[in-house]
């Protein structure tokens, strides 16, 4: 969640509203966020996202990681037709 300002229609008042972002401080994506092994002091590995990608989906479920990470769920293989 997040504060955002802004004027009204005269444009001499501010406003302020909330817009929920599902990063809010406590919530599981900003979790997982602060978990994240990018942007730290050195580059991680494949084996230490795949680490973090494991953990995020065994604590909190595939749907939560899916919402951080932007992951498209994975469709299986039909004919046309099935």
Request: glycine share 10%.
């Amino acid at each position: 969640m997040s504060l955002m300002y802004g004027a009204d229609e005269e444009g001499c008042e501010y406003l302020v509203h909330y817009e929920y972002e599902g990063f809010y401080p406590g919530s599981p994506c900003h979790q997982i966020m602060q978990a994240d092994p990018q942007g730290g002091e050195y580059e991680p590995t494949q084996a230490d996202m795949d680490r973090h990608r494991q953990w995020a989906i065994d604590t909190f479920g595939i749907d939560t990681w899916r919402s951080y990470s932007g992951e498209e769920p994975e469709l299986p293989d039909r004919e046309p037709g099935q």
